[in-house]
């Protein structure tokens, strides 16, 4: 599936699929998602999905609103911190 996909960045793992790109992209992707895993029998929970993205960006993509909002300097992909503030904050909890 991740490879029908056209985000410019799109990583899977499971059942954890991460993208990023032009919103218009990543939000054909996760429709493409949604209806592949649909056939499969599976659903997309949009109450575990996230959307990363800088507070003052609005959002008026209605699968997109229901995403729990993560602002990008606390964002973390797979589990790792993807920026600094984020980093620093683990290593905090860590030492």
């Known amino acids: 599936m991740l490879s029908s996909l056209e985000s410019e960045l799109n990583l899977g793992f499971l059942d954890d699929v991460s993208l990023s790109g032009p919103v ?3 939000a054909a992707d996760v429709a493409r998602i949604a209806k592949k895993s649909g056939e499969m029998g599976l659903h997309l929970n949009a109450s575990k999905c ?5 507070q003052r960006s609005t959002v008026t993509d209605e699968l997109f609103r229901s ?5 990008v300097r606390d964002a973390s992909l797979l589990g790792g911190s993807v920026s600094w503030r984020r980093v620093g904050q683990v290593m905090e909890r860590r030492l």
């Open 67 to 71: 995403f729990l909002r993560v602002d």
């Open 50 to 54: 996230e959307l990363i993205a800088q």
């Open 24 to 26: 218009d992209t990543v």
